[in-house]
């Protein structure tokens, strides 16, 4: 997967949900290699 993509996973993920931060980027690292 492109870092690029990640990152912007990352970015969307922190955005989306700042209180539940880890629930939004835990379905997101599962979908990682």
């Given at each position: 997967?492109?870092?690029?993509?990640?990152i912007a996973i990352?970015?969307?993920?922190?955005?989306?949900?700042?209180?539940?931060?880890?629930?939004?980027?835990?379905?997101?690292?599962?979908?990682?290699?």
């Amino acid at each position: 997967m492109n870092s690029t993509v990640m990152i912007a996973i990352h970015q969307m993920a922190l955005v989306h949900s700042r209180g539940k931060r880890r629930d939004a980027i835990d379905p997101m690292v599962r979908m990682l290699p």
